[in-house]
Every structure is written in structure tokens, then in C-alpha cells.
């Protein structure tokens, strides 16, 4: 396709520009998609302010941020066109973490560890814009009943999905999730979705416990304002009036606060399960006590990405098993990128999840 597009592209720390250019041109392996909605992820904001690095070759700009989003197929490569895969007018959602499907790690199915990745709105052109490509490898079919705004918020559902799958949550179980950001609020979802019995929500604003709430946790702490009426100056001592005496068996932190990490070895039953899932520093060091955790058995695990979960996401979000509606509380125009970043990153309104509406009418 030949033509102009509106993009919103990263220059340098603090700078993005809106423009037009060039509709980017697909080749054989490609999917060329109208964007309809992209989500704002955290990490661009910490790209945005110059304290994290792109994943492009100089770890700098120019690039046009976003790697959340959805939308309505364009134009399809040679290659999906011949196998009948895709058709302009599908509506679509992306990974855009795409792996080379050929190195050790793919073989295995770990594609999160892939040598070879190419992340869209990261390495490459990402979705601020009025178009993008895709392997089609990556792009996956969405049901009507899904809104684009929703469906933008596929990858986080899927990472977050991902660690729950870790957590190996039992029925019945008393689960603690740590952190109210969008992946927080999404995991409270899954985790009474996989059948924990009580969901304890841990955080430090009531704004964000309050949308836990919402979310389906059964109880919450404010582990920060003494004002607060949840307040808990002792996060082990308050589950264990919650528990029956028990401390939590399963642990998830949605966060990458290291006290958090550290305060789930103290709130975490004897073989209990803790997920890390949280963007840790590179300094960032979490002591464990070793004895202790030994006899105690519990199991420490990590979570990066989402790999073999994606065709399980849009069938949370059809059941109603996953509701965004309580997690997207700010939307923005393309035009409005820079400043949706800025108030995401600098603003003092309460707030959880910020979404670029490309397309107004969705």
C-alpha cells in the first residue's frame, strides 16, 4: 500500500514528534495493519524519560514507540495471502515480541528466550501510528465482541497470564498479589479465575485498591498510608488474621519494587509459590534466607514474557473471565501521544492504564 499515515514518533528523551510519513511496505512474511488502539506500557514511559534504553542497535531513537495494540488488517504479504490466513478487514491483535522459530531456545518452545527477537515498538516501528507491520506469524484474529481498546491490551494480558500459569495456583488457595497497575489488576482476575479462594490485593494507594476491588480481590492492604482505613503496618501479621492463622500460599508481584519481593518470602506459607514478574533494576539484589526458605520449601520463580499463551488471551477477555473496563481510566488521541505519556508518567491523578485511541470511534 501506497500512501500517507500520521505517526507519532520518539526522537530522543523528553521529544516525540507528530508527523506524516511514509505507509510502511510489507514483504512477503508481513501483515500491514490500520491501527485502531495502542496501549501505553510502562516501559515507554521509562523510555520516554531517557532511564531505560531502546532495544534498537544504539539503544536511541528515532523510533515510533508502541508494541500494545490492535487493530484492522490492510494489506496481507505473499506469504499468509497464498495459505488464505488473512484478509483486508480482519480484525486483529499483535504479539509483538516475534521469535525466529528457528534458533535452540524456539525449538523448545521458549520463545521469550529467543536469540533472534525483533520487538515491534522497541526494535523496530511500533503502533503510534496510522499503520504498522507485522510477521504474520504474530498476528492473531480477534472476536467481534471485543472491543479494539480491549484488544490493544492483549500482550499484557498475555504476560501477565503467563505468570499466573507459573504460579500454579490449587483450588481454594489463598493467593497475595502484589501491585495495582494494569498486569496487577489482570492478574487478580486470573488468579481467582485459576480458583484461588481469598485474593489479597497488597499496595500503597486505595485508589488502585479500590479498583482491585473491583477485580475480584477478596481483601486488600495499604502496606504505605497510615491514613489509610486498609492500612497494615505488619503485611504477614494482617493475612494471617485474614487466613485463619495461615500465611499466603502463593505469592505474585506485579511489581518491581524489591521491598515487595523481599516481603513476599515473609508472607508466604511453608511450600508456597512465589512469582516474580515486576521490571527489576540492573543493581537490583534480593537477599534470601537460606536456611530458613530451605526448610520452609518454597519455590522462587521468575516470568519474562508470554510465550504458548497467546491463543488462550482472547478467549479471557470473550468469557468475561478478564474485564479491562476497570483498568483503562485514560484515553488520548494520536495527535495527544506525547502529552498521554506525560500525564502517565508525571501526573498525580489516580490512574492505572492509559490507551491511544488511533481511531476516535473506538
Not at 491483535?93 to 525449538?107: G, I, S, W, Y
Request: hydrophobic share 45%; glycine share 8%; charged share 20%.
Amino acid at each position: 500500500m501506497v500512501g500517507k499515515m500520521m505517526v507519532s514518533r520518539f526522537m530522543e528523551p523528553y521529544k516525540m514528534q507528530y508527523q506524516q510519513e511514509d505507509i510502511p511496505q510489507i514483504e512477503d512474511n508481513d501483515i500491514l495493519i490500520r491501527v485502531k488502539a495502542c496501549g501505553i506500557c510502562g516501559s515507554d514511559l521509562v523510555y520516554y524519560n531517557g532511564k531505560s534504553p531502546l532495544d534498537t542497535p544504539d539503544g536511541k531513537g528515532p523510533l515510533i514507540l508502541g508494541h500494545e495494540f490492535s487493530g484492522v488488517v490492510a494489506e496481507v504479504g505473499a506469504t499468509a495471502r497464498k495459505m488464505g490466513l488473512f484478509a483486508p478487514g480482519d480484525r486483529v491483535a499483535v504479539n509483538p515480541v516475534q521469535q525466529c522459530n528457528a534458533c535452540p531456545a524456539c525449538m523448545r518452545g521458549e520463545f521469550n528466550e529467543c536469540s533472534h527477537l525483533e520487538v515491534v515498538g522497541t526494535m523496530v516501528d511500533g503502533a503510534m501510528a496510522e499503520y504498522v507491520k507485522a510477521k504474520y506469524t504474530h498476528v492473531h484474529k480477534i472476536p467481534d465482541e471485543i472491543p479494539f481498546r480491549y484488544a490493544a491490551l492483549a500482550e499484557p494480558l498475555a504476560c501477565a497470564t503467563h505468570a499466573v500459569q507459573r504460579l500454579d495456583v490449587q483450588l481454594g488457595q489463598t493467593v497475595v498479589v502484589y501491585g495495582v497497575g494494569g498486569i496487577g489488576l489482570m492478574m487478580t482476575q486470573l488468579v481467582r479465575a485459576a480458583g484461588a479462594g481469598k485474593v489479597i490485593v497488597v499496595a500503597r494507594k486505595d485508589f488502585g485498591l479500590g479498583k482491585a476491588r473491583e477485580c475480584g480481590a477478596t481483601h486488600v492492604i495499604n502496606n504505605s498510608d497510615v491514613n489509610s482505613p486498609d492500612y497494615a503496618q505488619d503485611v504477614a501479621a494482617r493475612i494471617r488474621e485474614i487466613n485463619a492463622g495461615r500465611l499466603a500460599d502463593r505469592v505474585i508481584l506485579a511489581t518491581g519494587n524489591m521491598s515487595a519481593l523481599q516481603d513476599a518470602l515473609n508472607v508466604s506459607a511453608p511450600c508456597s509459590t512465589i512469582v516474580y514478574f515486576g521490571q527489576a533494576g540492573e543493581k537490583d539484589i534480593l537477599q534470601v534466607p537460606v536456611l530458613a526458605t530451605l526448610k520452609s520449601e518454597k519455590t522462587l520463580k521468575f516470568s519474562w514474557l508470554a510465550p504458548l499463551v497467546w491463543d488462550n488471551v482472547f478467549r479471557l477477555l470473550a468469557s468475561g473471565q478478564v474485564n479491562l473496563a476497570p483498568i483503562i481510566t485514560h484515553t488520548f488521541s494520536l495527535a495527544d501521544a506525547e502529552a498521554g505519556i506525560r500525564f502517565m508518567l508525571e501526573s498525580k491523578e489516580p490512574k492505572v492504564k492509559g490507551v491511544i485511541l488511533v481511531d476516535p470511534e473506538q
